[in-house]
């Protein structure tokens, strides 16, 4: 991620809008009584929990990355190429978060086919665009909900010019998405005040939190940067370590996406200086979790996430919103 410049992701990024632009889209022709309904295929599973939220039964949604997929190592494979290339919409985050998927996306979009950045409406200004990374913004948008509700909307736009004879149910099915996102949000501000002032800092395996630390005032810090790709070194163990042993920091995290092997070596390098540093629980950072279950839903995923830092730095959590059957939204099990 690191070796491209910032000129060459404009570039790249031009070439995809040219090759995306098919003129007006037409509607797909699943409007007619009989047809097979319209295929959907997204990439990481907080995009297909949307998309099958809000196409509901007039759209069939399929996503390629399920449980513990680390998005940013992600190879497309021979069957996930048939996928898309069979789709009539694919919704992909974009930001270079599916960073070795751009040239199966690219080969879509050329096909003719609606291929759909969710973060496509953020403006620059909402994009956080770290230290060292020339260029690149941070793509783990989706950590602040309100950036999910505007990814909801693109979806809910491209659905509704894709399924005209659906529009309304789209849009009402869009709207409780909407609801339920900014219920949640509420919630996770509420619930990460409760935190003391003086341990408000969230330490995890990478850097996918900055978006959420902004949102809900925590100062972050990623062991690895903000792709996986890059390999944390002995002095950025021993820089934090030295942060926690200083600040007296209780509890560090481990992802479902990214090896514990770095957070385990923190919390050893805080022993061996006295200082007692708890493994404050696993979030989901680039992926859901399980499908069915709670965490398998994008509002159940945050909620967890929120619940864990909040116990673990020694907030007071409440019950979060109820969220929608976790059995309605799926991960990558289902493939067309
Ligand atoms: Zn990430």
């Known amino acids: 991620m690191r070796t491209l410049t910032a000129g060459c992701l404009r570039r790249w990024a031009a070439a995809l809008i040219l090759l995306a632009l098919p003129g007006a889209p037409a509607a797909l022709g699943a409007d007619e009584p009989g047809a097979p309904r319209p295929r959907v295929v997204c990439t990481v599973g907080m995009i297909t929990d949307l998309a099958r939220r809000i196409a509901g039964e007039h759209a069939h949604v399929a996503g390629l990355m399920g449980e513990g997929v680390d998005p940013h190592l992600y190879k497309p494979t021979r069957t996930d190429i048939a996928a898309l290339m069979g789709a009539d919409v694919v919704f992909y985050n974009g930001l270079l978060l599916e960073g070795k998927m751009t040239d199966a996306l690219v080969r879509v979009a050329g096909s003719g086919r609606r291929v759909v950045a969710v973060t496509e409406a953020l403006d620059e200004s909402f994009l956080l665009e770290p230290e060292g990374f020339d260029g690149h913004a941070d793509p783990h948008v ?52 409760t935190i003391p002032e003086d341990r408000r800092v969230l330490v995890t395996a990478h850097d996918a939190f900055n978006y959420f630390g902004r949102r809900y005032g925590l100062e972050v810090v990623g062991i690895q940067g903000l792709s996986t790709e890059s390999e944390a070194g002995v002095r950025d163990i021993e820089r934090i370590v030295a942060m926690l042993v200083e600040r007296r920091v209780p509890a560090v995290f481990i992802e479902s996406t990214v090896s514990d092997r770095n957070v385990k070596a923190l919390i050893a390098g805080a022993r061996a200086r006295g200082h007692e540093v708890a493994l404050g629980g696993s979030l989901y950072s680039d992926a859901m979790g399980a499908a069915g279950t709670s965490a398998g839903t994008y509002l159940g995923m945050i909620a967890h996430n929120v619940s864990t830092i909040t116990r673990a730095l020694g907030g007071r959590v409440d019950e979060p919103p109820p969220t929608p059957s976790a059995g309605a939204a799926a991960t990558g099990a289902a493939r067309p």
């Open 142 to 193: 989706w950590m602040d909900p309100h950036a999910w509700a505007a990814a909801a909307q693109v979806i809910q736009r491209t659905l509704a010019q894709a399924l005209p004879a659906h529009g309304g149910a789209i849009a009402e099915a869009g709207s409780r998405v909407a609801a339920d996102i900014a219920a949640l949000d509420a919630w996770a501000e509420r619930t990460l005040a």
